[in-house]
């Protein structure tokens, strides 16, 4: 009955945050892959974990880009009240997504949807090395990156490393080198092994690795049984104050044989 599916999925996130010593797992029933309203159960998670989560006061919000982050980002719901206030910036700039997906377009919609504020950060794709410094002397884009610097919460998914690669249309030499270092993950713009060391770095504007671990509230959202590899990778090194809301086929995939 459904009480025993409710306890049944409790066991799997206690399972899973055991095994990957973070601070909470949050598993939604179904696989995200195939039953679109799976992800949007990761939206709803996403947006009570975040009510809970945020401290009153100002907080800036660092968002990451991608599908997942699109289709959560309509799940919100109001964030503020009389003392708590919410910026919603995006973590990095441009890493060759669609527009709809970038992380200026999803922190933006997340910010209409939570009643918060929003600041964009312009930054073109292709760039040569010179304008790419003279762009971060700008002031207007030196605010916003002190600003994702400042950032109190962090919310990001995970993808796989050759999918993740392709899609930014990187080159056959930047492939070639991602197989022979066994990249299986990327998030944030790096790419991680199966132990979650980063093999490879995007060079891109926005938040770093390193800056990462300081960070109080983190969120990872991200699911589907081909997901699992990347996800484990991901997860197996990140700070451990992560949140992750993933879903059920993903982590029965993980914990297979553990
Ligand atoms: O670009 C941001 C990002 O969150 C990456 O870190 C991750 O690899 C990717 O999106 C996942 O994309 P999708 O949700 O489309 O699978």
Redesign the pocket.
């Known amino acids: 009955g459904f009480m025993d599916q409710l306890l049944g999925m409790h066991q799997i996130e206690m399972k899973l945050s055991e095994y990957f010593g973070n601070q909470r797992c949050i598993v939604v029933s179904g696989n995200s892959e195939q039953q679109p309203k799976v992800a949007d159960a990761f939206g709803e998670a996403l947006d009570e974990s975040l009510n809970l989560l945020l401290p009153e006061g100002d907080n800036i919000i660092a968002v ?6 699109a289709i959560v980002a309509e799940q919100l719901t109001s964030l503020e009240n009389s003392k708590r206030h919410n910026l919603f910036v995006p973590a990095r700039g441009g ?1 060759g ?1 669609a527009i709809t ?1 970038q ?1 200026n377009s999803v922190s933006a919609r997340m910010a209409t949807k939570a009643n918060g504020k929003h600041r964009a950060l312009y930054v073109p794709e292709q760039l040569s090395l010179a304008t790419y410094n003279s762009l971060l002397n700008e002031p207007s884009i030196q605010e916003v990156l002190n600003l994702i610097s400042q950032a109190n919460c962090v919310i ?4 796989r490393a050759l999918h ?1 690669a392709a899609r930014r249309k990187m080159n056959e030499e930047e492939l070639l080198m991602l197989k022979q270092a066994n990249a299986v993950a ?3 713009g790096y790419f991680f092994n199966e132990k979650g060391e980063v093999v490879y770095k995007v060079p891109r504007i926005g938040i770093e690795l390193k800056d990462l671990a300081k960070v109080p509230i983190i969120l990872a959202v ?1 699911g589907g049984k081909a ?1 699992a590899k990347a996800i484990r990778a991901y997860m197996n090194n990140a700070p451990k104050q992560t949140w992750l809301i993933t879903d059920e086929a993903a982590a029965n995939e993980i914990l297979k044989g553990v």
Do not use: D
Request: net charge negative.
């Open positions: 990451m880009g991608g599908t997942t982050m890493i997504e997906v992380a990001h998914s995970i993808g993740m990327e998030s944030f991200a997901k």
